[in-house]
């Protein structure tokens, strides 16, 4: 069996070890903080700050790992092209890490290398440059950091009073020492999806999940829904574009690959090289393998034969609504007494405004309408509440 380091250890990374532990491989959780959801339920743990090379290449040569499988952005990501010649397994690749963790350099990759169709954008590295950024491609326009994650630091300009404020919050909400933001052009989007994509070792076939939809606040997702309404000439592009970019990252795994649908086709948005947060909703049993049993099968090179959509299904986030050291939940009882309904509480030690605490998972057969689903993830999630 193989020894996996797992580099963040949030809810999705907690997914992930608990499908890794159901055939047996071993798991070294790994994260700045203490009792993080995936260190309650991994072989072993670290605490180190992960954009500290020294103490990155400590962990790696104290556990010598099989593979080496980042689940946040805040990494010293560089160092995985030594760790590959070292013979780890980097997850995907060395390559897809570096270039995914910067929202520069995998935009430049789909737009300038593959021609993918996406929003007008510049970049900036002070708050002039941005004042000149978005007089190029216009406001409203969208600024993210180029190393964030869960929208932090994202902000939409509406007017040249924006534009400071928005530098401010970028730079607040960056990850890791890059100072840089992409100011993109406003598309106006009928709808996003997350399209899941496996791409498999061995000369197998690159395999999609069924399109996720999903709705944002403050950059974040609050309720995505599995299957998203989408034409087949949209999601055979969008299908076209994941399989480009990705086989240009290279490496075996899931990637979330997230796209606008506007009136005049399909935009590239951001790609993600691990398991999505809206695709928790396959946590409500949506598919034959949920994502994180398909990023795992991927990665061992376990052949996976299809992605079946089993039922329609729903996910919506519980989130706090105050700082806490000892987080309390009411009204868990409510929901598990809910017709067709699950929940997740993530075991997140400490809470704050928006934090993501858990999430309420809904499904219903095939021929039920997606709208009614959703709402009753949303109405269900809404009974939660946490307490300090």
């Known amino acids: 069996m193989s020894k996996i380091l797992l580099l963040g250890s949030g809810e999705l990374g907690k997914e992930f070890v608990i499908a890794a532990q159901r055939i047996g491989q071993t798991i070294i959780a790994v994260d700045s903080y203490e009792n993080a959801p995936a260190m309650q339920v991994a072989h072993g743990f670290e605490v180190i700050n992960m954009l500290d090379g020294a103490e990155l290449d400590r962990i790696v040569a104290k556990h010598n790992p099989d593979f080496i499988v980042p689940e946040i952005e805040a990494i010293r990501t560089e160092r995985f ?98 100072v840089e933001v992409i100011v993109e052009a406003f598309v106006k989007f009928n709808s996003e999806i997350t399209l899941l994509t496996v791409t498999q070792n061995n000369g197998l076939p690159t395999l999609f999940c069924a399109p996720i939809g999903h709705r944002q606040e403050r950059g974040d997702y609050q309720e995505s ?31 979330g690959v997230e796209f606008f649908l506007a009136d005049d086709g399909v935009y590239f948005s951001e790609l993600s090289p691990r398991p999505h947060d809206t695709g928790m909703v396959t946590l409500a049993g949506t598919q034959n393998f949920n994502e994180f049993e398909l990023h795992l099968r991927a990665i061992l090179s376990l052949p996976i034969f299809e992605i079946t959509l089993e039922k329609k299904g729903a996910s919506a986030v519980i989130l706090a609504a105050e700082n806490s050291n000892h987080p309390t939940y009411a009204g868990i009882d409510t929901v598990a007494a809910l017709p067709k309904t699950d929940f997740r509480i993530f075991g997140k030690p400490t809470s704050r405004p928006y934090r993501r605490m858990g999430v309420v998972l809904t499904s219903d057969t095939l021929d039920t309408s997606i709208e009614e689903v959703v709402e009753r993830a949303k109405t269900a999630a809404q009974l939660v509440t946490i307490n300090s």
Do not use: H
Not at 142 to 162: A, F, N, R, Y
């Open 225 to 255: 829904w599995q299957p998203a309404r989408i034409s087949d000439k949209d999601l055979f592009e969008a299908q076209d574009m994941a399989e480009k970019v990705t086989e240009a990252l290279g490496g075996a795994g899931i990637f």
């Open 81 to 178: 092209y030594d760790y590959e010649k070292q013979g780890i397994t980097v997850v995907p690749s060395a390559k897809a890490a570096n270039f995914t963790m910067n929202r520069k350099a995998i935009r430049d990759l789909a737009a300038k290398e593959l021609g993918l169709k996406t929003a007008n954008y510049r970049y900036a590295t002070s708050a002039e440059e941005l004042q000149k950024a978005v007089a190029e491609v216009g406001i409203p326009c969208v600024i993210k950091p180029l190393m964030s994650s869960s929208g932090k630091g994202q902000s939409t300009i509406k007017s040249q009073e924006d534009i400071i404020k928005a530098w401010n919050y970028a730079v607040e909400g960056s990850r890791g020492d890059v």
